[in-house]
């Protein structure tokens, strides 16, 4: 099973942010197949996150995206979606420091839009998300 996996823009200034996260992707039984450094433009940041345009976030996001470079991964292990979805934590930084205080999020998120990751929720996200970013890549 593989899922995508984002590192966003104010993670990759960090490199210790950046290596932990590597870290824990591999410790947690999941191999990096494909990976590509990006510059989203403003029309492809807003595409991707085409579900939430109606969502007071939206803008904010889209900022946050477009500020400087992403790293976008395909993951693959067992049950690869849930295991990233739970080495992330919840969405809310707040929240995940108090409920979940080793996960990424927790560790170096620094607000609910710039919490660090994003990561696939189903396997038609996986989907769709794949192809956005890599096309018709064969894994």
Not at 15 to 31: D, S, W
Not at 38 to 49: G, M, V
Not at 84 to 92: D, E, F, I, Q
């Amino acid at each position: 099973m593989i899922t995508l996996a984002i590192f966003k823009p104010h993670c990759l200034k960090n490199p210790i942010a950046y290596e932990t996260i590597q870290q824990m992707i591999t410790a947690n039984g999941l191999q990096i197949v494909a990976r590509k450094r990006i510059n989203l433009s403003r029309t492809e940041a807003e595409k991707f996150y085409e579900e939430h345009r109606n969502k007071f976030f939206f803008r904010r996001l889209v900022s946050l995206m477009t500020s400087g470079p992403t790293e976008v991964m395909l993951l693959s292990g067992a049950d690869a979606i849930q295991k990233w979805r739970n080495l992330m934590g919840p969405t809310k930084v707040l929240k995940s420091v108090y409920t979940h205080p080793e996960c990424i999020r927790s560790c170096f998120g620094l607000s609910d839009t710039r919490n660090a990751t994003h990561g696939s929720d189903s396997e038609q996200s996986v989907n769709a998300e794949k192809q956005f970013f890599f096309g018709d890549i064969q894994i």
